[in-house]
């Protein structure tokens, strides 16, 4: 008989903690076989809060637990988001969009991207973006969502959200309570370990609580109370790849126009993100401590806002990289207590996501096997890595030579995996995605086109189409993108419409 799980204590809140106790309180079995879910969190340690924006798997996660989407944004303060706006990345001065969704169709069994850079290279197509419906219309300050409209493209908008951190764990909290989750107020000071395995077996509050369970979820943030702290895990560091090891964070006064995506600027030494909400605009400088000071930084974020800072800056140091093992022994490390990649891609949330899918998937009694154990962490350590080794695209990329950070950006060697994706592309253009990694073809196109990269041919088999056929194909395209956009309303009347706050 299955040594069920009874308990399961969460330490720590924030988007990962409530996260974790929503899925739970949302999947786990009814009844006398429902674990206990208990949420330690203390009101003094206040949470990073800077991951605001989201990729489209973020809708699927609404979906699993059954939340309405109009309901969500209202209460967070939500926007949509198209994809992300590169300015000044590949070289200063030029600027790039990676879309979600796809560029036009694939045809005849051939990727789209074939067709278009055979034109490309005959000087007949600019950019992609007018083949992308999510990037056309966030060009044009567009948003609705996707519905039947036959072939149109209006039927395939592919769209993710910027919403408030904090206003979102709120949101989930309340949902998670409602459900039978007990949120315990106070600050963790001691982690018990059984004396026979190591196990946690409880954690003593400083009032001195003791909270036992039988599995445990470290979402402390970058200290990692439980998974380093207690268990002594380790890390392993990435900033050889992802220099950047420092963040400002600031919010300021909102405009008039809510651009429907994210927009990430280049700077000198990093790069700043804009992340447009119904309330305020979210800002944040990236940067490394090796190449530019605290102080500066501030600067040059607060030189580049839109309107009045509505707070004080606030640093938040990191390390990219990961714990050596997300799940050891009885405790699982979720969101920066796993493992930190920079919010470029806005992954974080992602990440928190995917790992509680496949927590889900792997869900343990108290026995805790070690195959299931191993196969989690090497799940996930091969998502991390994937998504590194995009990130690290972005950074090794590029023409900039204005600064010492690009010099050693420009050189850094990159990972094999991204060294084998640069290879394929710039012979024929073919980008790859290799066993479901979470960015796909039109991701990788996307961002080493951008980035300045040129390939020197096309796929030969985008010739068994005509010249003339390609382009007669290709304009009724790009016809049917610009004439979906124009039905598209702005995005700021989409959202008083539908969930304005």
Request: charged content about 25%; aromatic content about 10%.
């Amino acid at each position: 008989m299955t040594d069920r799980i009874r308990s399961i204590v969460i330490v720590g809140g924030g988007t990962a903690g409530w996260m974790a106790a929503a899925t739970f309180a949302r999947l786990l079995p009814a009844g006398a076989a429902k674990p206990s879910v208990t949420l330690v969190e203390s009101d003094e340690i206040g949470i990073i809060g800077v991951g605001e924006a989201t990729i489209p798997q973020m809708a699927t996660f609404n979906r699993m637990l059954g939340i309405d989407e109009d309901d969500f944004l209202r209460r967070t303060k939500g926007s949509f988001k198209l994809g992300i706006q590169f300015v000044n990345w590949g070289r200063i001065g030029h600027s790039y969009f990676h879309p979600f969704g796809a560029y036009g169709v694939n045809m005849a069994g051939v990727s789209f991207h074939a067709f278009w850079l055979r034109l490309h290279q005959l000087g007949e197509a600019a950019t992609p973006d007018d083949w992308s419906i999510e990037a056309t219309a966030a060009a044009r300050g567009k948003f609705m969502r996707p519905f039947d409209a036959g072939n149109s493209p209006l039927s395939n908008i592919a769209y993710a959200f910027h919403f408030d951190a904090g206003l979102y764990a709120r949101y989930l909290r309340e949902f998670a309570e409602a459900r039978g989750v007990v949120r315990q107020e106070g600050k963790v000071v001691d982690v018990c370990l059984r004396g026979e395995d190591g196990f946690i077996e409880a954690v003593t509050l400083q009032d001195g609580r003791r909270i036992e369970g039988d599995l445990f979820i470290d979402c402390s943030g970058f200290r990692g109370l439980l998974i380093e702290g207690a268990l002594e895990t380790g890390y392993v560091d990435w900033s050889k790849w992802l220099p950047c090891d420092r963040a400002i964070a600031v919010p300021c006064e909102g405009v008039e126009e809510m651009t429907p995506y994210t927009r990430s600027t280049a700077r000198a030494a990093g790069w700043q993100w804009r992340i447009p909400l119904q309330h305020r605009i979210g800002n944040g400088h990236v940067f490394c401590s090796a190449h530019l000071s605290d102080d500066e930084a501030t600067a040059v974020l607060l030189d580049h806002l839109d309107g009045r800072p509505l707070a004080d800056p606030r640093v938040v140091p990191f390390k990219t990289g990961h714990r050596r093992r997300f799940w050891h022994k009885n405790c699982i490390a979720l969101g920066l207590a796993g493992g930190f990649l920079e919010p470029l891609e806005s992954t974080s949330i992602w990440l928190i996501q995917s790992a509680l899918a496949r927590l889900m998937a792997m869900f343990p009694d108290r026995s805790f096997p070690a195959a299931d154990i191993d196969r989690f962490n090497r799940l996930l350590l091969t998502e991390y890595e994937e998504i590194r080794d995009f990130l690290v695209l972005h950074y090794r990329a590029t023409e900039r030579d204005d600064s010492t950070f690009w010099d050693y950006c420009r050189n850094l060697e990159p990972p094999d995996r991204l060294k084998e994706k640069l290879g394929n592309f710039r012979n024929l253009g073919r980008s790859f995605r290799d066993n479901g990694e979470l960015f796909n073809d039109t991701s990788w196109f996307a961002v080493m086109l951008g980035q300045g990269i040129a390939p020197r041919g096309y796929d030969p088999l985008a010739d068994a189409m005509s010249l003339d056929e390609t382009r007669r194909r290709l304009a009724e395209i790009r016809n049917a993108v610009a004439n979906s956009a124009d039905y598209m309303p702005p995005h700021r009347r989409f959202i008083a419409e539908h969930c304005g706050a």
